[in-house]
């Protein structure tokens, strides 16, 4: 993989920026599914539902008919129960080192603005839970409000209605049949100029206009695919210079880490982000924490999804959570001298 990696390698420390393409395989690792895996996919495990075919659980037709199928799955995927992966922190480091140019995601959990990378470079392309409106009316409802009522399975079926016209309410994601948001376009327009380098993660490259974008980056591009399989653009019109790399992402992010000698950047990064999250009392779990962390900690991220709080808000957060505060400083205490015993262990063996 290193000899592989060596043109990108050599164009980011020549200080040339990076544009990614990420989908749901940047985060599978954090315990959440893709879409199109066999077997382990989202699409390949909904059988439960009904569905006439997979897609329908975000085909706003179907939804507007029989909205239980999403909102079974909105339990599941709702942001704030998961932590980054180390290809999420790559990001971020490239943002640190001003190796960014931009993050187009089609992934609706947020874990790149958990990774710490700036709003302002993040495209997501097929929208996010940050807001949610009635389909009918198109009544904004907050998203404290929606997770109330999904919460409130007795009413409705937990199914969020708007408190106006009683129509059914929808997260901001963008379901099929629906327009991605302009600011994609725009962004797109801007951006397709000039890309040195093209980095697309993690995605089967099936859902247009989205998969379309490796193929209009420059010829000039060094495009790089990291992905379990080789899709669309790579596969039809594969390009001399591209980068193709069968692997897990994250290996991927270790090993450009590692050829980056940015080690002690992710360490220092992943600390700080850490005790960022906990200061705001929603620690997550991370693949580095022991598993008995895990669960308080999902616990606590239930209550505090979003990221940054008003001072106000997070003044009431903080008080509330005070006592559990304490206990996550518990579990990552015990967390730490696990890690700690692990590292003694992993030496011993050697
Ligand atoms: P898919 O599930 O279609 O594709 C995920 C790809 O990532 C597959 O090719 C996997 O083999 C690969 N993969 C999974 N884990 C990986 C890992 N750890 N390392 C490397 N590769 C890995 O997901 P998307 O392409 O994101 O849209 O799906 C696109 C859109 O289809 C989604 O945004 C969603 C869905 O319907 C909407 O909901 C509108």
């Given at each position: 993989m290193d000899i592989k990696l060596k043109p990108l390698i050599e164009a980011l420390q020549k200080g040339e920026k990076a544009v990614f393409f990420l989908g749901a395989g940047v985060s599978t690792s954090c315990g959440i599914p893709d879409f199109r895996?066999?077997?382990?996919g989202l699409y390949a495990q909904l059988?439960?539902?009904?569905?006439?075919?997979?897609?329908a659980v975000f085909d706003i037709d179907y939804f507007r008919n029989d909205p239980k199928a999403f909102y079974t799955l909105c339990d599941e995927l709702y942001p704030g129960k998961f932590f980054p992966s180390t290809f999420h922190f790559l990001l971020r480091l490239f943002q640190e080192k001003d190796l960014l140019q931009r993050v187009y995601t089609?992934?609706?959990?947020t874990l790149e603005q958990l990774a710490g990378?700036?709003?302002?470079?993040?495209?997501?392309a097929h929208g996010s839970f940050a807001d949610n409106h009635c389909i009918d009316c198109n009544e904004r409802m907050l998203p404290e409000e929606l997770k109330r009522q999904m919460n409130q399975k007795t009413v409705n079926d937990g199914i969020p209605t708007c408190p106006k016209c009683k129509g059914y309410v929808k997260p901001d994601i963008v379901f099929f049949g629906e327009s991605l948001p302009a600011k994609f376009f725009d962004s797109w327009k801007e951006d397709s100029?000039?890309?040195d380098i093209a980095i697309v993660v993690g995605?089967?490259?099936?859902?247009?206009p989205f998969a379309g974008l490796p193929a209009e980056c420059p010829i000039t591009s060094l495009r790089v695919l990291v992905n379990n399989e080789v899709v669309g653009d790579f596969k039809r019109n594969k390009r001399k210079t591209d980068i193709i790399l069968k692997n897990h992402c994250d290996e991927v992010a270790s090993a450009i880490i590692l050829l980056l000698d940015w080690q002690l950047d992710l360490d220092a990064i992943v600390d700080q982000r850490m005790k960022k999250l906990t200061k705001n009392a929603y620690l997550i779990r991370t693949t580095m924490v022991s598993n008995h962390s895990t669960e308080l900690m999902d616990s606590l991220i239930y209550e505090n999804t979003a990221e940054e709080f008003s001072d106000e808000v997070q003044d009431k957060k903080m008080a509330a959570t005070e006592k559990t505060a304490k206990r996550v400083a518990e579990a990552i205490k015990s967390t730490e001298e696990e890690r700690a015993l692990q590292h003694d262990l992993a030496n011993l063996s050697i």
């Amino acid at each position: 993989m290193d000899i592989k990696l060596k043109p990108l390698i050599e164009a980011l420390q020549k200080g040339e920026k990076a544009v990614f393409f990420l989908g749901a395989g940047v985060s599978t690792s954090c315990g959440i599914p893709d879409f199109r895996s066999p077997k382990t996919g989202l699409y390949a495990q909904l059988q439960r539902l009904k569905l006439p075919y997979s897609e329908a659980v975000f085909d706003i037709d179907y939804f507007r008919n029989d909205p239980k199928a999403f909102y079974t799955l909105c339990d599941e995927l709702y942001p704030g129960k998961f932590f980054p992966s180390t290809f999420h922190f790559l990001l971020r480091l490239f943002q640190e080192k001003d190796l960014l140019q931009r993050v187009y995601t089609q992934n609706i959990d947020t874990l790149e603005q958990l990774a710490g990378v700036n709003p302002a470079k993040i495209i997501a392309a097929h929208g996010s839970f940050a807001d949610n409106h009635c389909i009918d009316c198109n009544e904004r409802m907050l998203p404290e409000e929606l997770k109330r009522q999904m919460n409130q399975k007795t009413v409705n079926d937990g199914i969020p209605t708007c408190p106006k016209c009683k129509g059914y309410v929808k997260p901001d994601i963008v379901f099929f049949g629906e327009s991605l948001p302009a600011k994609f376009f725009d962004s797109w327009k801007e951006d397709s100029k000039a890309i040195d380098i093209a980095i697309v993660v993690g995605t089967s490259l099936t859902v247009y206009p989205f998969a379309g974008l490796p193929a209009e980056c420059p010829i000039t591009s060094l495009r790089v695919l990291v992905n379990n399989e080789v899709v669309g653009d790579f596969k039809r019109n594969k390009r001399k210079t591209d980068i193709i790399l069968k692997n897990h992402c994250d290996e991927v992010a270790s090993a450009i880490i590692l050829l980056l000698d940015w080690q002690l950047d992710l360490d220092a990064i992943v600390d700080q982000r850490m005790k960022k999250l906990t200061k705001n009392a929603y620690l997550i779990r991370t693949t580095m924490v022991s598993n008995h962390s895990t669960e308080l900690m999902d616990s606590l991220i239930y209550e505090n999804t979003a990221e940054e709080f008003s001072d106000e808000v997070q003044d009431k957060k903080m008080a509330a959570t005070e006592k559990t505060a304490k206990r996550v400083a518990e579990a990552i205490k015990s967390t730490e001298e696990e890690r700690a015993l692990q590292h003694d262990l992993a030496n011993l063996s050697i």
